[in-house]
């Protein structure tokens, strides 16, 4: 048995590895139906596509998990934002409207993100039982880095944008966490087994902000998916050495490592978790020999403890699906 909700709920100690962003555009089988799917959030809204795409990898690499494929600006999407996917440029949104915002309906936002159940639905009936279906969303902060574009080019913040506009951050956080709290439990009722907090930003943070902005509306969350019996694995991407205070304050069953966290660090601060991750994904780029080497720092680490497999941020374009094989096979013959 090696299923990640196994590994999380019951923290045994057993090989399974997944990777983040593992059905995309570096596999030629996704670029093809991406090829004639030009809308992205259409794509993302095509329940048949979309499970295809999610067992993509499965098919190729067999490995223990799948993610169901769709983005974390699904969500801003159902709230009222148009979301545009420019090639080379990143995703871009509309101008955010707190009058809209927050005049949003729940039963419409569940409508409008039907068509992700109904894929998840689809995908569990026809992956594996001992195979976990993860599903994900984007923490409150990340969301809303893109939500207000935040974000200047150099991955700065534009902290007077903030000011200018006068938002209220912390109605607007309250009212985000409530509507994932929602596609988190229809994604659960539609057959997810375990839950992803992608909080790739929360490394922009100002130290001082770290509780408000990012501890406390992922707290939030992890205890609605507590309730839920769901179990759950963070990701506050970039926040150095407070890996340890989030650990210890939001107590999620899993912890993904980003590539910056050093595993020794990691296995002596963090405890009372299931580490996952870490594995720099520009290794994959790089020789074989180059790639292993890092894999094995990680690998031979954590073999005594509950461990996932899986990278420090997703697999990358460029990446060789035939070095993904070579990595996955490595991992399992360690
Ligand atoms: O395989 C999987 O991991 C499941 C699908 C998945 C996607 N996005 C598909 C996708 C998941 C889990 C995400 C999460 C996501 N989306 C995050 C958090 C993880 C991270 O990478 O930090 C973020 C920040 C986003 C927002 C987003 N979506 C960006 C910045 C981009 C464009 C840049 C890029 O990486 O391509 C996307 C587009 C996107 N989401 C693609 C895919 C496969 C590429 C779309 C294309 O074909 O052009």
Redesign the pocket.
């Known amino acids: 048995m090696n299923s990640v909700k196994e590994i999380l709920k019951n923290k045994v100690i057993c090989k399974s590895v997944w990777f ?6 570096y596999l030629p089988e ?1 670029r093809e139906i ?1 090829s004639k799917n030009k809308d ?1 959030i259409k794509l993302c809204l095509n329940s048949e596509l979309s499970s295809l795409i999610t067992l993509q990898p499965i098919k190729r690499f067999n490995l223990d998990s799948a ?7 699904m969500v801003p999407y159902a709230l009222g934002q148009e979301v545009d ?1 420019t ?1 080379n440029f ?2 871009r949104l509309s101008n955010f409207d707190q009058n809209i915002f927050f005049q949003n309906d729940k039963k419409k936002f569940t409508n409008k993100l039907d068509p992700i159940y109904k894929a998840i639905e689809i995908t569990r009936n026809n992956l594996d039982r001992e195979k976990s279906l993860i599903s ?1 969303i ?1 923490a409150p902060w ?1 969301l809303l880095i ?1 939500m207000l574009n935040l974000k200047t080019n150099k991955n700065e913040l534009n902290l007077l944008k903030l000011q200018k506009n006068n938002y209220n951050l912390s109605e607007i956080l309250e009212e985000l966490i409530t509507y994932l709290c929602i596609h988190l439990k229809n994604q659960i009722n539609a057959g997810a087994d375990v839950v992803q907090i ?1 909080d ?1 930003w929360a490394g922009l943070i100002p130290s001082s902000d770290i509780a408000r902005y990012c501890l406390l509306p992922n707290l939030k969350i992890v205890e609605f998916c507590k309730r839920e019996n769901i179990p759950t694995i963070c990701f506050p ?1 970039g926040i150095k050495e407070k890996y340890e205070e989030f650990n210890r304050m939001v107590k999620p069953d899993g912890i993904n490592l980003d590539s910056e966290i050093d595993p020794i660090w990691a296995k002596s601060k963090l405890k009372n978790v299931v580490l996952q991750g870490g594995l720099n994904p520009n290794l994959l780029l790089k020789t074989e020999r180059e790639m292993l080497d890092g894999a094995t720092k990680y690998i031979q680490e954590f073999k005594d403890i509950p461990y996932i497999f899986n990278l420090g ?2 697999l990358l ?1 460029e990446t060789d699906p035939d070095k993904v094989k070579k990595l996955i096979k490595f991992y399992r013959n360690f």
């Open positions: 983040m962003r593992q059905a995309g555009r996704f991406r992205f993610i169901i494929f769709s983005d974390i600006l996917f090639k990143g995703p994900f984007g990340t893109y992608f790739s991407k941020h997703g374009p």
